[in-house]
């Protein structure tokens, strides 16, 4: 997250949705990559985004690390 970006992200009034939000956005850039890759919108990816929200040093600073299997699935294969 951009530090500029984390005071606001900070000072939400409904955090709960916009970390939501912001799991699904990750998501769904990882598809959009994935399926621009395989030149298809046919394939699914397999995909973990959780979320931090503090960094090791106690500092807040919300980021979502990522678990995302090799490849693509292909449903109609």
Do not use: W
Request: a positive charge.
């Amino acid at each position: 997250m951009p530090e500029q970006l984390r005071i606001p992200f900070h000072n939400h009034s409904n955090q709960k949705r916009l970390y939501f939000r912001f799991l699904v956005l990750a998501e769904a850039c990882l598809l959009e990559l994935i399926q621009a890759h395989f030149k298809t919108d046919a394939c699914k990816i397999a995909v973990i985004v959780f979320i931090h929200t503090h960094s090791y040093n106690g500092n807040y600073n919300p980021h979502l690390p990522v678990i995302l299997a090799e490849g693509a699935f292909f449903p109609s294969n």
